[in-house]
């Protein structure tokens, strides 16, 4: 599976699936901590809904280092743990929904999953899915 709307799809009703919600209240905008109440528990089983729906395995550990972008740690946030604008341009190509320069010098670090969308999950999904197929 390698169709974006089959993904989207899939995503969709994983998450749905995974918080007991209807697909109606999951949109592609919705963050999933935020807006839709995730835990990381319900990371596990959102991605293990997604592994069995599309055969994409994504593990939790994955999703940080997509939004990290191989950064070092020392470059991705300052020594307060708020996100350098490294870090912020590096958000801005896997987020694309945040307003960088709103968030510049106030993005604490352990608050960067809370903007993570439904939308950015199916992305990530596609990317795994594009190098699994081109492995």
């Known amino acids: ?5 089959a993904f989207s799809t899939a995503v969709q ?3 749905a699936d995974a918080l007991g919600l209807d697909e109606t ?12 109440g995730a835990e990381s528990i319900d990371l596990l089983d959102i991605l293990f809904r997604i592994e069995r729906k599309t055969g994409v395995k994504i593990q ?3 999703i940080g280092n997509h939004i990290q972008g191989g950064i070092p740690d020392s470059e991705f946030g300052d020594e307060n743990e708020i996100i350098t604008p490294v870090g ?19 993005l604490p ?12 999950l199916v992305d990530l999904a ?10």
């Open 13 to 15: 009703e994983a998450v």
């Open 109 to 120: 670090a352990d608050q960067v999953m809370s903007l993570f969308t439904v939308q950015n």
């Open 88 to 106: 912020l341009a590096q958000l801005k190509k896997v987020m694309p929904q945040i307003d960088a320069e709103e968030l510049a010098g106030k």
């Open 126 to 135: 596609v990317l795994r899915a594009t190098v699994t197929v081109s492995a």
């Open 60 to 62: 939790a550990a994955d």
């Open 25 to 36: 209240e999951v949109s592609q905008s919705s963050t999933l901590i935020g807006d839709l």
């Open 1 to 5: 599976m390698t169709d974006t709307a």
